[in-house]
């Protein structure tokens, strides 16, 4: 079995990620590589790497020392976060994955993912069933950063034959971890304070519908897409991917079906604004069309399973 690591292996994203890989190839070829000096207690059952993503001498003695074959690049500074501290999201998030690329293209690395976001798309993009192929001006520095390494991806791909697979992810909702610091988190949080019988005071307005996921279909999509056949891959910029589409209103509107008195109210902040420039509902027709995605998990469905498994004591 080819050695996998996954870079940013402690985020939300990277912790079942590596734990689902792990069941599939055996937890003795998936490496789990983060920041963290420590290995995180969850992801114990394999082998932990503390990395620095931008510490190129590390990372390339490393994967070719390791005969590292496969790379799932996670490693970045999410969008509400990334606004905060714009020079250092541009150079986490574009100098890593340049490293990656050049390594795939000297032959050290075969497969690439690396995640884009819908935050690629910006105010003047259509915002309903927002199409695969269509206007990208995003407003944002990780937009701005996903879209550049879009077309990075695609340019090693033509030129180099890398082959770098990649997810264009809505939000995602997980209850195994906590959120990073995007604009979607409300929607992670607002079940903690449901559960801890908190009101819930949204910085997003009541209507503001957003593409979501929830984490178990995430993880599902990038491990097909990765499993693909090459050939069956004819988008090498990112996928459109979509689960489903709510507003903080009808998302709480479904908590109260298991949670009558939990109460929210709206207080929208800096995040709105990037709020209103993603689409409201995405056309991944190209997904289910090249590589046969499907989505497991409805609004009502994602609801049930989060009320049933988020543990407050995460907050800790």
Known sequence: MLKTIVIGACGQIGTELVLKLREIKGAENVIAADLKVDCPEVLKGGPYCKMDILDETLVREYIIENEIKEVYLLAALLSATAEKNPDFAWKLNMEGLFTILNLAKEKHIDKIFWPSSIAVFGPTTPRDNTP???????????????????????????KFDVDVRSIRYPGLISYTSLPGGGTTDYAVDIFYQAKLNVPYVCYLKEDTSLPMMFMEDAIRATIELMDAPKAAVKIRSAYNLSGCSFTPKELASEINNYIPDFKISYAPDFRQAIADSWPKSIDDSAARKDWGWKENYSTSELVKVMIENVNTDLLK
């Open 132 to 158: 695969q192929y269509t206007v990208m001006e995003p407003s944002t520095v990780y937009g701005i950063s996903k879209l550049a390494g879009e077309r990075w991806c695609e340019y090693y791909h033509a």
